[in-house]
């Protein structure tokens, strides 16, 4: 590097960085940038004079030893040429307005040259005085907050070595000056290497021989497969703890309000380090070799020589460099070696010297009847004859680019319309874990309300069973008041009145449909049915009303059907039917004599035909005595002159009674029973006189005693019917 124009040696340990190293070194910063930024790093400067106070208060002014740069102002005050800026970061920190729990995590990160008084400062930019380093310093609330931000550093880490392309190996680290609790290096494996490095070829584990010794077994597979190898330390990370902000003060404050150390981690990126190393690694005895990621220019274009037969081509490579140089791989990375005062062979040995990856000849080929380019692909050691069209070639890769570019675009816009899909799904599923939740409470809010409210709806049948009771009470009352007419006139009104309501309700049903979620549609709903219910009540007690009145309408009319009778009986008692009134008032005397006693009640114009009976029965009994007295005169008489038929003596006595017109109307009804009184009576006045006959009675005679005994009979079951029929009516 120092003879091909990269970099100069200034003193021992320092160099000049040259434009092609300056570009390289500022190609590797992007690619660093670009991933510090990937984790959230923020970039910033810190002086590279440090008070050497803060580096007595770590304690490492005197453990750092004679490579420590240190120098005394004009104050006598001491400073330190940072090599590292672990004190002067905390230092910040510690300085600043409190750190919230919330403002962590932290990642700051500079680019600063560092130094260091090497006893022998050697191979170049792998070693010197001064030194060009990326470093980080995170902060973090917990010690497992850190180890996750350790973690994404260092996949930050290795994302920036594979984006390099030279092979390198991470292996376990010794914490050394730095100290903390865990470390890792990345080392470029060369020869020149200081570092002796153990890999494992089973499991590829590898250590530093600080860290495992020397022991071939594996520490991780514990196979005996440790193969050495040297090193080159490029990287270094380091979960420092609280080392440096627990003696510097740098604390945070934390959720509950009280301050807390912060958790630090530091990480190191040797920039110039990891220039020279991997050129190292890359390179040939004779000729440097630039990884693509970061050689000075990717592409060397060396047009034909000035006067030579190949410059009437030389538009060619101007034509060349335009294209690429407009071209989204190339842009801003061709160089065009104008030195043409030289030969083409001259600089192309320079440009396979310096290395850049891609040379392009405009030669002898170019005038060709077909031209082409010469090109050389250095890393991969092979040389290609591309033709003119090689614009038309670039076109499609760049088209190609453009593709992968939009894809990627697409890719991103893709990525994102994800996140956007995943954060819109979350939310959703927030809000239908929401949802549900407010319909559990609302569950058991409507099982509460319809609870209350079957228990209302309970005790409001209950009140109309009650009222239904009082209702049936009142008519029931009522009824007993003011008697059956009142009460159906009463209740006729109510009728009425609930028919206007009940019209009403249709007409309003008429109006709306009832909705059976409306309250007020159900209320109206409940009104109708409990009028239903009262109309239905009502109803029936109409009907047991109007039942009641048929009874007493029939009994009404049971009544004038006995009394008419009764007075059918009365008229044919009157009417002359009964016409031997002895005999009716013997039957009276033997069935009704007691009726006072039997609370028989004799009509009074029953009673007054009883009256006159008895009247009758007297003058009858007169009469009879006078027609004993004349029977026994004329008895008399026969014993004496002849020996008269008793049926004369009654022949005689039956026209006599007709002859008198005591009875104008009547006959004289003869009975076996009346006959046998008669014939008593006969032989009680007679004495044994009347035993002398027994009389022959014609058949004549017989059956006109029949027809009377008949008609007796017939008068008998009469008044037995009337009287039983006024005992009903008087009950
Ligand atoms: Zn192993």
Known sequence: MLDRGIIRQASTGTFYLLPLGQRALQK??????????????????????????????????????????????RHDRDYVLSPTHEEAITELIASSPQLSHRSLPLRLYQVTSKFRDEMKPRSGLLRGKEFLMKDLYTFDTTLQAAEETYNAVCNAYDNIFRRIEVGYVKVMGDPGMIGGSLSHEYH??????????????????????????????????????????????VGHTFLLGTKYSTPLGASYMKADGKPSPVQMGCYGIGLTRTLAAAVESLSLPDELRWPLAFAPFSVCIIPPKDGSKESSV??????????????????????VDDRSQWTIGRRLFEAKKTGYPFIVVVGKKATEVEPLFEVYDLLQNIQLDLCHSIEEEIKRVEEGTLELQQKAVDLDKEKERKLVDLSHKKAQSEFLTNKENMLKALIAEANTTLKKEKDNLAQQQDNIFLKRGKFCNTVREFVEEHGIVATLKKLQLKKQEADKTRSATEDVDDLYD????????????????????????????????ENREERQKAANK???????????????V????IQDHTLAIDWIADNVADSADKSVLIPARLQEKLLQLREDKKLLNQQCAVLDKQQQQQAAQTQIISKPSIYENLEESQSFGSNKGQQPNSTIVTTPKSSKKLNKRVRGKRGGLSKCFVPKVPSKILSKIKIREEHKAQLEQDISNIVRQANKLHH
């Open 558 to 572: 049971e009544r004038e059907q006995l009394l008419k009778e009764t007075t059918e009986g009365e008229e044919f």
């Open 314 to 335: 030389s538009h060619l490579s101007e034509h060349l460099y335009e294209s690429l140089h407009s071209s989204t791989p190339f842009e801003d990375d061709v160089l």
């Open 28 to 73: 590797l910063i992007k690619i660093v940038d670009k991933e510090m930024q990937g984790i959230g790093a923020q970039k910033l400067l810190l002086p590279l004079l440090t008070s050497g106070e803060l580096w007595k208060t770590t304690g490492r002014w005197d453990t750092a030893g004679p490579e420590l740069f240190t120098l005394r102002d």
């Open 574 to 577: 009157s009417g002359g039917m």
């Open 514 to 545: 009832i909705d059976e979620n409306n309250e007020e549609d159900i209320e109206l709903t409940e009104m109708k049915r409990e009028v239903d219910t009262l109309e239905t009540d009502l109803k029936e007690v109409t009907m047991q009303l």
């Open 188 to 233: 470029y494996p060369v020869n020149v290497g200081e570092d002796q490095l153990l890999i494992c070829q089973e499991c590829n584990y590898g250590a530093n021989t600080e860290v495992c010794g020397n022991s071939e077994e594996c520490p991780q597979c514990k196979q005996p497969h440790m193969g050495h190898c040297p090193g080159i330390e």
